[in-house]
Nanobody, 122 residues
């Protein structure tokens, strides 16, 4: 069982930066692939970024590629999402997720956090 808690959300102006954190607890956290998803107002939840258990492989949605960076620090049981050049379209609730398979994490995840709100003003 893995529990995920996100933090770091808030209000930021367009062009600014923000770093989200996800702290995990439970067994075998380091063996899980991790991902970030987001859900904007009136939209379906969408994939943002993912990272393999080793941290050696990452994947990004085209909409955030070059602007967002996902990383993890196993000793801290944490995964991060560094966001830069933020746009109003990035406004959403951001969710941390974990799954045993990196290859399918975009489509399904075993564990989810409660989410943290990110609001980007014009």
């Amino acid at each position: 069982q893995v529990q995920l808690v996100e933090s770091g959300g808030g209000l930021v102006q367009a062009g600014g930066s923000l770093r989200l954190s996800c702290v995990a607890s439970g067994r075998n956290f380091s063996s899980y692939a991790m991902a970030w998803f987001r859900q904007g107002p009136g939209k379906e939840r969408e994939f943002v970024a993912a990272i393999s258990w080793s941290g050696g492989t990452t994947a990004y949605a085209d909409s955030v590629k070059g602007r967002f960076t996902i990383s993890r620090v196993h000793v801290k049981n944490a995964v991060y999402l560094q966001m830069s050049s933020l746009k109003p379209e990035d406004t959403a609730v951001y969710y941390c997720a974990a799954d045993s398979l990196f290859g399918t994490i975009r489509k399904r995840c075993d564990y989810w956090g409660q989410g943290t709100q990110v609001t980007v003003s014009s």
